[in-house]
């Protein structure tokens, strides 16, 4: 097996990995990927994505690609079709993916939120990089399943508009304080990187193609603060996804967040979707018991990885650790 940088290639060049990287996310998460894919093979072609391709007799069977930004690494993405799988094709491209981030003392932080679909022993890898885990859950509800009204204590419900993104970051950069998704991402650490995150989510499709009419606001009746949002997204011409919801600390527990909910997927449903999904930290009791009081079930679990650099690690190429 060849390993290549991932510059070295089109993106043509890789369109039945591709064709095959759909099937999955079809598949086991409803999830056309086309339009994610559009946005991978535009980089590709331009060579402005890092990454790295195996190659069995010159066709490609695994990719991997990741990402660099302000201090952080972002492993992006690692697919093997199955002409490379139980080939270790993952273990070799992620270790060169790992080495290019690594070899940057710049980097302090590097976090894995890419789903994997192949059986490999993709825990243990992460494991002997000094990576700690956290176990996310996909989790899918019926559109059309019955559900109460939820009444929205002291907030009045208002549609999204992108007057509502500073507040909405800063929100959620409070409301998380002190969850623990905090850790699994930086885009909850700082007002800079989560207002960047949900820009990207309202003006990017790596989370579907977002949908204004099903996304809302509440905002208190008294103080016309922003307390709670939630934003939708299509991910397909059937299915719905939650890509993002916050509720204020101090008004939770009040059904806010449920009426949230409820009125993103009132919409979907009455707009011919037949599924909403969303994902959640497993160890996020509070949102997981949300979740599952109001239908959704989980359909998938992964792991997500965090790595952070020490400040042994960080000054050791100084020779200055004791």
Not at 15 to 27: N, S
Request: include cysteine.
């Amino acid at each position: 097996m060849e390993i290549r940088p991932l510059r070295q290639l089109k993106s043509q060049d890789l369109k039945d990995l591709f064709a095959q990287e759909r099937e999955e996310w079809a598949r086991q998460l409803h999830w056309d990927y086309r339009e994610p894919q559009r946005v991978i093979s535009a980089m590709i072609d331009v060579g402005s994505l890092p990454g790295f391709v195996a190659l069995e007799r010159s066709v490609p069977v695994a990719y991997a690609f990741y990402v660099e930004e302000a201090g952080k690494g972002l492993l992006g993405g690692c697919f093997a079709s199955s002409d490379g799988e139980g080939q270790g094709a993952e273990q070799r491209l992620l270790d060169q993916a790992l080495a290019a981030l690594l070899s940057k003392p710049a980097i302090g932080r590097i976090e894995s939120q890419f789903i994997n679909f192949r059986q490999w022993p993709i825990a243990e890898f992460f494991a002997r990089h000094d990576f700690s885990r956290f176990d996310r859950c996909f989790m899918l509800r019926d559109c059309h399943l019955e559900q109460r009204p939820r009444l929205l204590v002291d907030a009045g419900l208002r549609q999204w508009t992108l007057g509502d993104l500073d507040e909405a970051a800063q929100l959620t950069v409070s409301a998380y304080a002190s969850v623990i998704d905090r850790q699994v991402t930086y885009h909850y650490q700082s007002l800079a990187e989560c207002r960047e995150f949900l820009s990207n989510l309202v003006f990017r499709p790596g989370c579907g193609t977002f949908l204004s009419d099903a996304s809302y606001s509440a905002r208190d009746r008294k103080t016309d603060e922003l307390v709670g949002y939630v934003l939708a997204s299509r991910i397909s011409p059937q299915d719905g996804h939650i890509p993002q919801i916050t509720v204020a600390a101090g008004h939770q527990g009040k059904g806010l967040g449920a009426g949230l909910l409820g009125r993103a997927i009132r919409y979907l449903g009455l707009n011919g979707y037949q599924s909403v999904s969303l994902t959640v930290t497993e160890s996020n009791s509070a949102a997981m018991a949300l979740y599952q009081r109001f239908g959704f079930s989980v359909h998938f679990r992964f792991p997500a990885f965090v790595w952070l650099r020490s400040s042994c690690q960080a000054s050791s190429h100084q020779n200055t650790c004791a």
